[in-house]
């Protein structure tokens, strides 16, 4: 995957930690991953050594994705990043149950769904520009998944937008790169089933 300048320059100065949930994270095998078309899911992950903040990615290959940089994680956990771009990206999972995170009332689900970073709105963004929603729990509902990453608006910058995606999914990361534009490019989706 593609790193900026911007993203390379944030090392997370933590030790390593183990991944959250490792037993559980164990018995958590997701199938019929689908990523958007015309990018490629890596599921193969080589360690580049620390950590690296706000870039949606496993660095350090522990099944945790930014792990020490303040963000919360679970047995799932699903991120967007898009560095200091003034443009409005949204991450939206919508779970087995046809729960949505967020919706248009709450940033968390009664099944333990929670978005825990909204940026560019939420104030600790700082300029490093992620969503990040998580499962908190040990037993994720069980059926079909849909992850919508979506521009809502440029902010009068030129396109297209370039988003990380990562996602934990049990003991191991996935990922890719995605390029957002108004018209048909403004809205890309992954699936997987959780049998």
């Known amino acids: 995957m593609r790193r900026t300048a911007a993203t390379l320059a944030l090392v997370c100065a933590c030790r390593p930690v183990a991944p959250a949930h490792v037993a559980d994270a164990v018995s958590v095998v997701p199938t019929n991953l689908v990523a958007p078309e015309g990018t490629t899911l890596l599921q193969v992950c080589t360690p580049t050594g620390p950590e690296l903040c706000f870039n949606a990615i496993d660095d350090n290959c522990n099944g945790v994705i930014d ?38 009332r709450t940033r968390s689900t ?20 992620v969503e990040n929603v998580y499962f908190e729990g040990a037993d994720p509902p069980h059926g079909r998944y849909l992850v919508e990453i979506a521009l809502v608006d440029l902010h009068g910058i030129d396109p297209p ?12 990361s996935v990922g890719f790169d995605v390029d957002l ?15």
Do not use: Y
């Open 67 to 104: 792990e020490g940089c303040g963000l919360q994680t679970g047995v799932l956990q699903f991120m967007i990043a898009w560095g200091a771009s003034p443009a409005d990206v949204n991450l939206v999972v919508t779970t087995p149950k046809n729960e949505r995170v967020p919706d248009e």
């Open 181 to 195: 534009a108004p018209g048909d490019d403004a809205r890309k989706a992954f699936r997987f089933d959780l049998p």
């Open 110 to 129: 009664p099944s333990g769904f929670h978005l825990d970073h909204d940026c560019p709105s939420d104030d600790s963004c700082a300029g490093q520009n």
């Open 161 to 172: 937008v370039r988003v990380q995606f990562g996602a934990r999914l049990g003991a191991r």
